[in-house]
């Protein structure tokens, strides 16, 4: 017969604890086969197992030495994606499984008066393949950030004013959206155009037609706001960018109807 204590641990979030509470961590995580995990009472159903396959991998969690977690990483292949945060091989990298890495290893964010922005909101959205080694992080005006907080050396903070069509929320982060992230590489002063940045953005704006970041919009935006860094510098790039998809966009049914005429 069931007793009290093997229903609060049989529960699908138990409220007690099993005597082999590491095994339990490990097939949670999905390290450990479910069959191999040995308990004294229950089972876990196929849909818990298929729900914890999906869920993040906080190593420091499951393995306090450096060499147990070394080990776990390698042994089954576990992909990182931020600091201590983890996951499966097969589990896909979603813009939204970045969002929650971060938030995780970095709980200090979760408010609503910052904003994870620039390379970091470009790797997130999948238009840069490696993690920037800083965290590009913007904050409101009316916030108060201490920026020499131990811990922070790797975060890179701007002050900025939020406005719509800025940013998108996953899960408790801000996210810029790939618009914003276009114009910060176009104004702000401290990110120069150099080849990887020309790139990043020549590759945002080829994929304007999904992500609504349009040369069209863009210009509007630059003429419409009233203060904007390198306002001039922006357009003519834009202006140039649109300038060479015209003639390649042109140059090419040229070239088939050429093809044509061989034949």
Excluded at 32 to 39: G, H, N, S, V
Excluded at 59 to 80: C, F, N, P, V, Y
């Amino acid at each position: 017969m069931t007793n009290s204590v093997s229903i609060l641990q049989n529960l699908p979030y138990p409220l007690m604890a099993r005597a082999n509470s590491r095994n339990e961590q490990l097939m949670r995580m999905h390290l450990l086969p479910p069959e191999q995990a040995k308990f004294s009472e229950g089972n876990f159903s196929d849909v818990v197992i298929q729900q914890a396959q999906e869920k993040l991998i906080d190593i420091q969690q499951i393995a306090r030495s450096t060499g147990e977690q070394e080990r776990l990483i390698k042994d089954h292949q576990l992909q990182h994606i931020y600091k201590n945060m983890y996951t499966l091989p097969h589990i896909t990298l979603t813009p939204l499984l970045k969002a929650q890495a971060i938030q995780s290893a970095e709980p200090v964010l979760a408010k609503r008066n910052q904003r994870i922005s620039r390379l970091t909101a470009a790797w997130i959205w999948g238009y840069l393949h490696q993690r920037p080694p800083l965290l590009y992080v913007d904050f409101e005006r009316s916030c108060r950030i201490n920026r020499t907080t131990p811990g922070r050396e790797h975060m890179r903070f701007r002050q900025v004013h939020f406005t719509p069509f800025d940013y998108v929320q996953l899960d408790k982060l801000y996210i810029a959206t790939p618009r914003k992230i276009a114009l910060d590489l176009l104004t702000v002063g401290e990110v120069s155009l150099e080849c990887s940045e020309e790139k990043l953005l020549e590759d945002i704006l080829t994929d304007g037609a999904h992500n609504g970041c349009r040369t069209s919009t863009l210009l509007y935006v630059l003429k419409e706001t009233k203060y904007i860094r390198n306002r001039e510098r922006a357009q003519q790039w834009l202006q140039d960018f649109e300038d060479k998809q015209n003639q390649f966009n042109t140059a090419e049914p040229a070239s088939d109807k050429a093809r044509s005429r061989e034949l």
